[in-house]
């Protein structure tokens, strides 16, 4: 199918600066963007357009990292460092969805919300339990978002309720997967919770299913001090925490880590060398007093980077939230450390549409966060008339407000793989 939609376009190709295009066209062709054009071409002159003028058009924002079973208790026990938290609210709600009627009311709920919110690319976690996760899996194909969604798997250090066998878990993530078989924008991916709760027996079964399925992994890395240490304490024969994945066979260009707050140069040059992506999550590492990654310096010297909400150590699903939240943090760390500079409007805008749209592409699917020639028509229209502002903002100065502004009654419509999966009723 062909079209166009017109109206003011801005998008990020680079981190460094926006491309603004007032009163234009994206065209779209089979799902695929066909560039951005002023006047429409002689061979589109046909095709249907969609007119927004006056509203803006940008990219589907793209979050690398959220816990689908933490929805409902998000915005709870900020006060809480991150294993504390996890002991005190993760996991005993968590245990909650063994029961898939409990677990389809809160899931029905997320869904929804990523539906009608930026987002038009995640990377979720569901729990150990894979009834529920397919559930979710099905919720979320209905919404028309994009998602790599995976089973967790924990067989040490966790509760006994939420705890499996090594050899459970490697059994329910492989029917897990095969669940998947019928699904269209719902695909798996391998998700070991985090070191602590996977022993060496798990973690190397499921690098085997990683590699046997082509699935790509998710994890988290180096998110605060205490877990950093336990880390040591559990693999004193691995360099560092992300040596045990290395080590295990989980960490490779189709890995995304979360938060990575507390990584050495050593590590960094670990991932960097195999092409593994970090999922950036500002408001989580504030809340749980995990610290600050150093956003810029991945960013400048070449580190694949997105960003995450981490419900529901982050308390907002909203990726604007997570960008502008992004910029804030970087503040504060050059204000106390000297240590880089901070973040860019530009530079959160590319990391939260662009940047963490690359992982996709090196997962598999179309290249997505941009409006460049053979992205997927991933789009979102936003009318910020509402705001009350000064005559002749730019598109990035507009853009900009959207970040720092924007709750989802600005969205208007939103289109994925160049289908409208959200229309404002």
Partial sequence: MRFAIKGDIVYTPTPQAFVQEPDAYVLCNDGLCCGVVKELPADWKQAEVFDYTGKLIMPGLVDLHAHAPQYAFRGMGMDLQLLDWLNTYTFPEEAKYARTEYAARMYEAFAQELRRGPTTNAVIFGTLHTDSDLLLADLLEKTGVRVLLGKVNMNRNSPEYLTETAAESLSETERFIHGLSGFTGVRPIITPRFVPSCDAELMTGLAELAEKYHAPIQSHLDENTSE??????????????????????????????????????????????????????????????????????????????????????????????????????????YFYTKQDRPLTVSEAFYLATKGGGAYFDSCGFAKTGSFENGYSFDAIVLDDTEFIHIDDLSLAQRTERILYLSDYHTIKEKFVNGRRIYEES
């Avoid at 999550?281 to 150093?294: K, Y």
């Avoid at 960013?299 to 997570?322: K, Y």
């Fill in 228 to 333: 950093v240490q336990w880390v040591h304490e559990l693999h004193p024969d691995c360099d560092s925490y992300a040596d045990v994945y290395r080590r295990f066979g989980l960490l490779d260009n189709k890995t995304v880590m979360a938060h990575c707050v507390h990584v050495t140069d050593a590590e960094q040059n670990m991932l960097k060398s195999a092409g593994t992506f970090i999922a950036h999550c500002p408001q989580s590492n504030v809340n749980l007093c995990s610290g600050i990654a150093p956003a810029v310096h991945y960013l400048t010297s070449g580190q694949r980077i997105g960003l995450g909400t981490d419900i529901a150590a982050g308390a907002s699903l909203n990726m604007f939230r997570a960008a502008s939240d992004a910029i804030r943090v970087s503040k504060m760390r």
